[in-house]
């Protein structure tokens, strides 16, 4: 599909009667979760790297076609600071092997005090394979000011430049440095909080329909998960999305998005 839509994460227990039944253990939720939604973001990885076999239990545990982008270790992008990101980068792209053809792209979401270094993202993004796509996040300003040399080296390893939104507003530039794009929702200012207006979710919808073709794979995830924002803006957004011609993947019917409101 080429607009992939889902949530940051799935195991949030306030999700309960929102996505999951009530009754339903926890352990059931990834096959529920996947039941509703064709892509999710896996932040665990981020906190604790998962080994081969974990990620090979989530592929066996999911459809055909199910992709599960991948946020990369906290090890490299903050303790590392992308400083000799060979073994990280190894380690990191050989568990998640275990997911198999459900291995999506690897987001490497910078620290919000990482200034700008060329050449250290540079040395990082060589490390990884070319089958591995690489979208990253960058929080701080000092970035921008290195447009050419930035876009430069994200177009070369066909990189995309994380598009983000907090505040139901960009805090990103909205660069197309790649044939695919990556883009993620960390709150809107609709109640109730963290939600996201309709206003806003069209917005986005026409911001990235403007800059992709519906042939380009655009990935898409909300990182509102509080009292499942994140399920609801994202099942709305998608329709956003369809409403203007794009081939967007599954998401909850709009009739269960609707009685989540």
């Not at 999506?104 to 979401?109: E, I, T």
């Amino acid at each position: 599909m080429p607009m992939l839509v889902g949530t940051s994460g799935w195991q949030y227990k306030d999700w309960r009667g929102v996505l999951y039944p009530p009754g339903q253990p926890q352990r059931l939720w990834l096959e529920e979760y996947a039941r509703h939604f064709a892509t999710v973001e896996n932040n665990n990885a981020f906190y604790r790297l998962p080994t081969t076999e974990i990620f090979a239990s989530w592929r066996e545990r999911t459809p055909e076609g199910f992709v599960m982008a991948v946020k990369a270790s906290r090890y490299l992008t903050h303790l590392k600071r992308l400083r000799d990101p060979e073994e990280p980068v190894r380690r990191l792209t050989d568990r998640a092997e275990g997911l198999g053809d459900r291995l999506g792209p690897v987001l490497l979401q910078l620290p919000p005090n990482f200034r700008e270094d060329i050449a250290a993202l540079d040395a990082c993004l060589s490390c990884f394979p070319d089958t591995v796509r690489v979208a990253v996040e960058f929080r701080h300003t000092s970035w921008w000011g290195a447009e050419r040399e930035l876009r430069a080296v994200l177009e070369r390893h066909g990189s995309a430049l994380c598009w983000a939104d907090r505040g139901s507003r960009p805090v990103t530039p909205l660069w197309r440095t790649a044939s695919w794009g990556y883009v993620r929702f960390h709150g809107g200012i609709a109640g109730p909080p963290p939600r996201y207006g309709r206003q806003a979710l069209k917005s986005w919808a026409r911001r990235i329909a403007d800059a992709w073709p519906d042939e380009d794979e655009v990935y898409v995830y909300f990182n509102n998960d509080l009292g499942g924002a994140a399920v609801v803006d994202a099942a709305k957004f998608a329709r956003a999305a369809a409403a203007l011609g794009r081939t967007v993947s599954r998401t909850p019917p709009a009739s269960a998005a609707q009685s989540m409101s």
